[in-house]
């Protein structure tokens, strides 16, 4: 199954989908799937779209809870790192790296 016809089955099953969650979603589904040609099962594709909806959401969720950390670490100007703004950092690296790992089926480095 290409992107493309995953993309197309995607739409017709879930028509509130906007063009770019569909996209993204395509490409994630595609990504995991061990066998794509199992994706030609309704049921099979659903539980993948949900799987791959749940871990978009939540590195989603970590990503915007990470940036906040950092803009309230960037906005009191220079200064000497804390134990506590190392362990921020530390953090939205390791998020970083689970996006990356999401997208590319690739282990990543942190």
């Known amino acids: 199954m290409t992107c493309h016809e995953l993309a197309n089955r995607l739409a017709s099953l879930r028509p509130e989908l906007q063009a770019v969650e569909v996209a993204r979603l395509s490409l994630l589904i595609l990504i995991q799937a061990e066998d794509a040609g199992k994706l030609d099962d309704d049921e099979v594709l659903l ?31 220079p200064v000497a790192f804390t134990p506590d703004q190392l362990w921020i950092l530390l953090r939205a ?18």
């Not at 791959?52 to 100007?77: I, K, P, T, W």
């Not at 690296?93 to 942190?110: H, M």
């Open 93 to 110: 690296v390791k998020v970083q790296s689970q996006i990356l790992e999401l997208y590319t089926d690739q282990p990543a480095l942190a």
């Open 47 to 77: 539980k993948a779209w949900k799987n791959a909806s749940f871990r978009l959401e939540a590195a989603a969720d970590q990503h915007a809870a990470v940036a906040e950390e950092l803009e309230q670490m960037c906005s009191s100007g």
